[in-house]
């Protein structure tokens, strides 16, 4: 295992920010998995840290295929972590809106810039992402309908599903997005946490990851074979909003299987305590998304379903 | 007459509601303009011109021919604590538009407003600097609607017109979505952020009833307004600072600057010592100057328009 400066940022008062690269095996750029760029991916740390001592205990077992490179990068905005932002900066700049970068820019496009250039070349990216709406998911790899996204491969994680969706103007400006631009096989792999450590799907995430890498031969390591992914268009999923704001009682969690009429929360009235909304399930499906805070404004996405076509 | 564009019910006992003035005047002119500001909740250079509009309209209702709509706060959630983007969502409404009409809260508050706002016959989406740089008052305008703006930039007795900007010209801002749908929308821009400077305020209001005139919207008198310098982005120096510290400025904002003029120093407190000396590469205008003292590699210090001098 070597470990390479990606980056490197000065401040002030701080120590510098340098963004570590954890390389294992020698050849091909053949697989980079990279970490937080935002300071609330907890979990996506973890998942990081993992997948370098997995890594780590294969290399000195012989189990990295000949030839091949792998690039794990933990993370990327450590400083936003340490003063618990979300984002870069005073600017609150986010670096996954930042790519392909700019070595001549802003801050954060310097850095976006700087990382981007050491991992753009390898031919499968692993990005451990979290959305933008706080909430719990179901595990899964999610794409960007870029021409070049590739389902098939995706499936080889070995996740229950793969999310396909059309990207908007500023996604263009993601990694994933950017990777796929330079013909790196893009991936995000999302589970169910953000802000905290589930050691449960953490460990569903290293391991699908450790899949992928044996089942492309990049790796040699003794899995199990997953699940066969269920391919979903994002358009696709029942979005269920609710009609008023108040205290959310959730009823069900993702990944639970619902039916019509299923009794899935309720919105309790924050000054008299009553049941002011039953939010119930439009159609047969699987929790795909929850909302999780207890408080949730009008018109707010409670849950997303993925429609269950055969009973 | 004020109305609300839109509402919804948000967790605890408030409704979170955008609201606009309908000013109608005393003639049978069909023409309606449109200003909109507070898309981000810490630019209040809008709030003065939405005042002083409403106010002039108000005491001479006889002069105006037309409609003005004016929608002092886009994202009043921002504003009420003075957050550049949408509070605990934590995006930037103007990366949200056109909206989604079945969308999640905020993405139907923008289609809301984009539903608003569509029949206008033009708009002006005011902005200030955000708190980071100061900005002299200016047009900014995206090349693909150029030909249709330019005649309308000109009219508004800004000291620029800049033609192809970036972000705030960009693809999912309110802007472009109200260009799309034909209605010419114009980005006005101006000061630094949480304050307000009169003199620019008081600059672009009698540029905004210059143009009223020529829309013939108005019949008062309007003042002598200056023709602004039109630049596109290759005439435009951006100087950033290549160290971090803290950057002094050694000019005042809204100055003409030789080459080789000094614009400020990036000082190291704890050392005592300059360490880097920031010098100007172009002489012109600097029209935009750093606020806020803080800088990391970077860092945009100044922009300089180019072939620019006093004569």
């Known amino acids: 295992m070597f470990i390479d400066e990606i980056y490197k940022v000065e401040a002030p008062y701080r120590e510098p920010m340098v963004v570590k690269g954890y390389r294992f095996g020698k050849g091909d750029k053949a697989a980079c998995i990279l970490g937080p760029m935002r300071g609330n991916e907890i979990q996506q740390l973890y998942i990081c840290s993992q997948m370098v001592r997995v890594l780590k205990e294969l290399e000195g077992n012989g189990c990295i295929s000949a030839g091949k490179e792998v690039l794990v990068v933990p993370v990327v905005n450590s400083y936003a972590m340490n003063v618990g932002k979300r984002f870069w900066g005073v600017e609150g700049v986010d670096i996954n809106r930042r790519f392909p970068g700019n070595s001549y820019g802003e801050t954060a496009a310097r850095i976006a810039g700087g990382v981007f250039e050491k991992i753009k070349d390898y031919s499968y990216g692993i990005q451990l992402a979290s959305f933008y709406m706080t909430g719990e998911f179901v595990p ?19 996740l229950p599903y793969v999310v396909i969706r059309k990207p908007k103007p500023i996604d263009t400006k993601t990694l994933n997005y950017n990777w796929q631009d330079e013909m790196t096989a893009a991936f995000s792999l999302y589970t169910n946490k953000n802000s905290e450590v589930d050691e449960a799907s953490a460990n569903q995430a290293v391991a699908a990851v450790l899949r992928f890498l044996t089942r492309m031969g990049i790796i040699r390591y003794e899995s199990h074979s997953g699940y066969i992914s269920h391919v979903i268009m994002e358009d696709d999923l029942t979005n269920i909003h609710v009609t008023s704001g108040g205290i959310f009682r959730g009823l069900v969690r993702a990944g639970e299987d619902v039916r019509y009429g ?24 699987i929790v795909f998304f929850t909302h999780t805070e207890d408080l949730i404004t009008e018109n707010d996405m409670a849950y997303r379903l993925i429609h269950r076509l055969h009973a | 007459m004020t109305e609300e564009i839109f509402s919804i019910e948000m967790p605890v006992g408030e409704r979170l509601i955008i609201r606009k003035n309908r000013i109608k005047g005393e003639g049978t002119g069909e023409k309606r303009l449109a200003v909109v500001t507070g898309i981000h909740g810490d630019e209040f250079e809008g709030q003065y011109i939405c005042y002083e509009i409403a106010r002039r309209l108000h005491e001479n209702p006889e002069l105006l021919d037309g409609t003005v709509d004016i929608y002092p706060a886009l994202n009043p959630l921002g504003m009420d604590i003075a957050d550049r983007n949408i509070p605990k969502l934590n995006m930037d409404l103007n990366r949200m538009f056109p909206g989604k009409e079945n969308g999640t809260t905020m993405e139907r508050a923008a289609a809301a407003i984009i539903g608003d706002l569509a029949g206008a016959d033009l708009c002006l989406d005011v902005h200030a600097s955000d708190i980071f740089v100061k900005e002299i008052p200016q047009v900014r305008v ?34 472009h979505s109200m260009n799309m749908l034909g209605v010419p929308t114009l980005v006005v821009e101006m000061g630094v952020g949480t304050r307000i400077d009169r003199g620019y305020g008081k600059q672009v209001i009698d540029g905004i009833f210059n143009l009223m005139k020529e829309l013939g919207m108005w019949r008062g008198e309007v003042p002598k307004t200056q023709f602004p310098v039109i630049s596109t982005d290759g005439e435009v120096e951006f100087i950033r600072s290549h160290t971090t510290g803290v950057f002094l400025p050694a000019i005042e904002h809204n100055h003409y600057v030789k080459k080789g003029s000094r614009l400020g120093s990036v000082v190291s407190p704890l050392e005592g010592k300059v360490l880097e000396e920031i010098i100007a590469e172009k002489s012109g205008l600097v029209f935009t100057l750093r606020e806020y003292p803080f800088v990391y590699e970077g860092a945009l210090l100044a922009r300089i328009l180019m072939e620019v001098d006093k004569n």
Do not use: C
């Open chain 1, 140 to 158: 899964h790899i999610r794409m960007m309908e870029t021409g070049y996204q590739n389902a098939s491969l995706a499936n080889l994680f070995g």
């Open chain 2, 142 to 175: 995206s090349e693909e609607f150029a030909e249709k703006l330019l005649p309308y930039a000109r009219l508004l007795n800004t000291d620029i017109v800049w033609m192809n900007a970036t972000a705030t010209v960009h693809e999912s801002t309110l802007a």
């Open chain 1, 262 to 285: 299923h009794k899935m929360a309720e919105i309790i009235d924050p000054y008299e305590g009553g049941v002011k909304e039953t939010i119930v399930a439009p159609t047969d499906g």
